[in-house]
C-alpha cells in the first residue's frame, strides 16, 4: 500500500516519474470501489483508495457494504466539522458517537459504526499511514442482548402474509409466492436470497435444498419444505430457465435487494399488517426464527436454520424462555425418575 499512497497529499501516483503499474493498480482499485460502493463514489481520490485497500481485508461482501456506509458516515460529518481524515483524533470520535446517540441512532448500529471505524483506522496504523488509532479506547455504547428493534410477525399475520402473497396477480406472481415462503419458511436474509442462483438449488438424502452464502462467506446448506420448494419450481418451470439468478427480473436480471424490500412491504400491506410500513425482509427472518422456537423446536435446531454461530443469537428471539412450563427442572427429574 504504500507505493499506492506515499503521502496523504498525493496518494494516487500519478505524473512522469510515476510507475505504470502502481498507477494501473490504483486505477483499478478505485473504478471497482465506485462499482460496489456508490456511497463511497465522488471522494477525493485519497479518501477512496484508502477505503479501497482497506475494505479489500473483508471476504464478505456484506462485511464491505456495511462498513462502506459506516465509513462515509464518518467522512461526511468529518467534512462538516473541517478535519482531515488522517487528523482526527479521539475527541472527534468521541463527539461523533454522541451525535449519533443524540439523533436517536441504536446502541447495537452506533457500536457496529465504532467497530467499522477502528478498523478502519487500525488499517492505517498497520501501513504507517497515522501513528494512533483514535477509536481504540473509545467506550462502546451498552447493548441490551435481549432487545432487538426489528419488527416481526405473529403467527397469523405470517399467514395472512403468506396469504397475499398466493393472492397476488401480475405477471410476477409466481416469483411473489416463492419468494414470500423463501424469506419466510426457511429465514434467509436478503443478501443470501438475492445471491442465490438456480445451480444452487438440489438434493440432499431425500430433502430439496438450497445452497446460499451465509455471514464470511460461508456455504451452507437449507433445507427448502415441500410447499417451498413446490412454489420455487412453479415459478422456474413458468420461467423456463435453467441457469442464472434464482429471482430474476422479466429482462433475466438479477433481482435486486431494493426490491425484495418494496415486495415485503407491498404484500403486508395488501395483508392489513398494521406495521406493514416498518417491515423489511430481515422482518421476515426474525419472525421465521421466533415462530420456530414458538413452535417448539429446539434451540440447536434453530441455531442452525438461523445460520447463527452463537446460541446467544438465537436466545434472544425465544419470546417463552422465560417461562416456567418448560424449565429444565421438570425434564430432569422426570428423567431421574
Not at 405470517?158 to 410476477?172: C, E, K, L, N, T
Amino acid at each position: 500500500m504504500s507505493e499506492l499512497v506515499s503521502t496523504p497529499a498525493s496518494p494516487v501516483p500519478s505524473g512522469p516519474g510515476a510507475s505504470p503499474a502502481p498507477a494501473r493498480l490504483a486505477a483499478g482499485m478505485l473504478a471497482r470501489l465506485d462499482a460496489e460502493h456508490p456511497v463511497l463514489a465522488g471522494r477525493p481520490d485519497r479518501e477512496r483508495l484508502l477505503a479501497a485497500a482497506w475494505l479489500a481485508t473483508y471476504r464478505s461482501a456484506r462485511t464491505r457494504r456495511a462498513y462502506a456506509s459506516d465509513l462515509a458516515a464518518w467522512l461526511d460529518w468529518l467534512g462538516e466539522v473541517g478535519v482531515d481524515v488522517l487528523d482526527a483524533r479521539r475527541v472527534h470520535v468521541d463527539l461523533w458517537v454522541r451525535q449519533l446517540l443524540d439523533a436517536g441512532a441504536a446502541a447495537s448500529s452506533t457500536s457496529r459504526r465504532l467497530s467499522a471505524l477502528s478498523s478502519w483506522y487500525r488499517h492505517l496504523v498497520e501501513h504507517d499511514l497515522i501513528a494512533a488509532n483514535p477509536a481504540a479506547a473509545v467506550r462502546r455504547p451498552a447493548v441490551d442482548p435481549d432487545h432487538t428493534a426489528t419488527v416481526g410477525l405473529d403467527r397469523a399475520q405470517a399467514r395472512a402474509f403468506i396469504a397475499a402473497a398466493d393472492a397476488d396477480r401480475g405477471p410476477a406472481r409466481l416469483r411473489t409466492a416463492a419468494t414470500a415462503r423463501l424469506l419466510l419458511h426457511i429465514g434467509l436474509r436478503v443478501d443470501e436470497l438475492a445471491a442465490a442462483d438456480v445451480a444452487d438449488l438440489g438434493h440432499d438424502r431425500g430433502h430439496r435444498v438450497l445452497t446460499v452464502t451465509r455471514k464470511g462467506g460461508r456455504r451452507a446448506t437449507v433445507v427448502l419444505p415441500p410447499a417451498t420448494a413446490a412454489a420455487v419450481d412453479a415459478y422456474l418451470a413458468a420461467r423456463g430457465d435453467e441457469a442464472g439468478p434464482l429471482l430474476a427480473t422479466a429482462s433475466g436480471g438479477r433481482l435486486d435487494q431494493a426490491a425484495l424490500w418494496k415486495l415485503v412491504r407491498r404484500l403486508a400491506r395488501a395483508a392489513g399488517i398494521p406495521s406493514w410500513e416498518r417491515l423489511s425482509p430481515h422482518s421476515l427472518r426474525h419472525t421465521a426464527i421466533t415462530l420456530a422456537l414458538d413452535a417448539g423446536a429446539h434451540l440447536r435446531d434453530v441455531q442452525d436454520f438461523a445460520g447463527h454461530r452463537d446460541p446467544r443469537t438465537t436466545r434472544r428471539y425465544d419470546r417463552a424462555r422465560d417461562t416456567l412450563d418448560r424449565n429444565a427442572a421438570y425434564t430432569l427429574t422426570a428423567y431421574l425418575a
